[in-house]
């Protein structure tokens, strides 16, 4: 079981909506942050924006920023490489696949004008040009939305995240190997103005030696811009209609929490 300081707040499935695909990649949010918020930061990009272009739907005028050291000209360039031979060697034969192999050209038609990505790593402390911090890229933004996926070094920005939350109306953040980090997070939740308001295990990975998710997605909102209900969720997770398997081939992670 998960401590209980993990559990959501009470939401309504009315306030909730899934953005993205349905699967790895999509994430729940509140609906209300679309009339709030018109600037979304990602970080940690790799070669999926679904995300970011169904948010975008649902908010025609917003502007995203994205950063990501490694989607660079060595990453397509390997990318390309690996896409032709497996389309040469037959692996690719669903239409989905098959259109991967020009994933680069969508790369480019959809990061331009006031969508941008920037080749840029996330860290806590900035060391030259090619480094932003989470200050950084807040800027003088207020109402962003905030998407962190940066595999394991969210824990070395969260007090940076915490220290900031006046800007962030809503945090989408996926944090690894939690069995290891509780604490960490505990310190960030605590006396927070984020508030979690969904959770969902990502399969990919796996359970620890208690039967936990090792890896969870948090959505959090910010409890001074939006108005929540201080009750605990009741709700069983993964939520159907909300949640979907990170990897289909695999059983999705039911969660329970300590009382």
Same mark, same amino acid.
């Given at each position: 079981?998960?401590?209980?300081?993990?559990?959501?707040?009470?939401?309504?499935?009315?306030?909730?909506?899934?953005?993205?695909?349905?699967?790895?990649?999509?994430?729940?949010?509140?609906?209300?942050?679309?009339?709030?918020?018109?600037?979304?930061?990602?970080?940690?990009?790799?070669?999926?924006?679904?995300?970011?272009?169904?948010?975008?739907?649902?908010?025609?005028?917003?502007?995203?920023?994205?950063?990501?050291?490694?989607?660079?000209?060595?990453?397509?360039?390997?990318?390309?490489?690996?896409?032709?031979?497996?389309?040469?060697?037959?692996?690719?034969?669903?239409?989905?696949?098959?259109?991967?192999?020009?994933?680069?050209?969508?790369?480019?038609?959809?990061?331009?004008?006031?969508?941008?990505?920037?080749?840029?790593?996330?860290?806590?402390?900035?060391?030259?040009?090619?480094?932003?911090?989470?200050?950084?890229?807040?800027?003088?933004?207020?109402?962003?939305?905030?998407?962190? @996926? =940066?595999?394991?070094?969210?824990?070395?920005?969260? %007090?940076? $995240? *915490? &220290?900031?939350?006046? #800007? /962030?109306?809503?945090?989408?953040?996926?944090?690894? @190997? =939690?069995?290891?980090?509780?604490?960490?997070?505990? %310190?960030? $939740? *605590? &006396?927070?103005?984020? #508030? /979690?308001?969904?959770?969902?295990?990502?399969?990919?990975?796996?359970?620890?030696?208690?039967?936990?998710?090792?890896?969870?997605?948090?959505?959090?909102?910010?409890?001074?811009?939006?108005?929540?209900?201080?009750?605990?969720?009741?709700?069983?997770?993964?939520?159907?209609?909300?949640?979907?398997?990170?990897?289909?081939?695999?059983?999705?992670?039911?969660?329970?929490?300590?009382?």
């Amino acid at each position: 079981m998960l401590p209980k300081f993990l559990k959501p707040y009470q939401i309504s499935n009315s306030n909730l909506v899934r953005i993205g695909p349905k699967t790895d990649g999509g994430y729940v949010v509140d609906k209300r942050i679309f009339k709030k918020s018109k600037m979304l930061i990602t970080c940690g990009l790799n070669d999926d924006w679904e995300f970011e272009r169904d948010y975008l739907k649902k908010n025609h005028e917003t502007q995203i920023i994205a950063y990501d050291h490694t989607v660079n000209k060595k990453f397509w360039v390997n990318r390309f490489k690996k896409d032709i031979i497996s389309l040469l060697l037959f692996k690719k034969l669903k239409i989905g696949k098959i259109l991967d192999v020009f994933k680069y050209l969508d790369y480019m038609f959809f990061f331009r004008d006031n969508i941008k990505h920037h080749e840029k790593k996330i860290v806590y402390k900035k060391r030259n040009n090619k480094e932003m911090t989470i200050p950084e890229t807040l800027n003088r933004n207020n109402d962003v939305v905030l998407k962190v @996926d =940066i595999e394991g070094d969210e824990y070395k920005v969260l %007090n940076d $995240i *915490k &220290k900031n939350s006046k #800007k /962030i109306s809503f945090l989408i953040i996926e944090l690894h @190997d =939690i069995h290891k980090n509780l604490g960490r997070i505990r %310190n960030f $939740i *605590k &006396k927070s103005d984020l #508030k /979690i308001i969904h959770i969902h295990a990502n399969n990919y990975g796996g359970i620890d030696k208690n039967k936990n998710p090792k890896v969870i997605e948090l959505s959090m909102i910010n409890s001074k811009k939006f108005k929540i209900n201080k009750i605990l969720s009741k709700k069983r997770y993964p939520v159907i209609s909300l949640d979907y398997k990170n990897f289909k081939r695999r059983d999705d992670i039911k969660i329970e929490f300590n009382e």
